[in-house]
Nanobody, 123 residues
Framework: QGRLVESGGGLVQSGGSLRLSCTESGFTSAWSTIAWFRQPPGKDRERVSC??????RTHYADSVKGRFTISRGRGTVYLQMDSLKPEDTAVYYCAASDFVSDICPPQSYFETWGQGTQVTVSS
């Protein structure tokens, strides 16, 4: 079974940048969609961005559009986060799905999850 490990979280001032990494291993078949989710303190987990494996099509939540960028390298998926705001504070997770759609699949369609990495944005 595949495994995902996030890294790159930390404390940053408002307006700053961070780049999260999600390293994959052990997948016996390629995922169809990979995504970043986040869970702010005291709130539900929400989808941030996703990317399709077949055509690299991306999708972003309105709250991060224009500030965050999802990309991938060999065996790693990245989330570049610029112009960070205090409301971006959350635990960030990457997740993989065998499902593909025109927009990001719902959370329940993602079978493999990382352990999460904390991002804290100070005002």
């Amino acid at each position: 079974q595949g495994r995902l490990v996030e890294s790159g979280g930390g404390l940053v001032q408002s307006g700053g940048s961070l780049r999260l990494s999600c390293t994959e291993s052990g997948f016996t078949s390629a995922w169809s969609t990979i995504a970043w989710f986040r869970q702010p303190p005291g709130k539900d987990r929400e989808r941030v961005s996703c990317m399709r494996n077949d055509d690299d099509r991306t999708h972003y939540a309105d709250s991060v559009k224009g500030r965050f960028t999802i990309s991938r390298g060999r065996g790693t998926v990245y989330l570049q986060m610029d112009s960070l705001k205090p409301e971006d504070t959350a635990v960030y997770y990457c997740a993989a799905s065998d499902f593909v759609s025109d927009i990001c699949p719902p959370q329940s369609y993602f079978e493999t999850w990382g352990q999460g990495t904390q991002v804290t944005v100070s005002s």
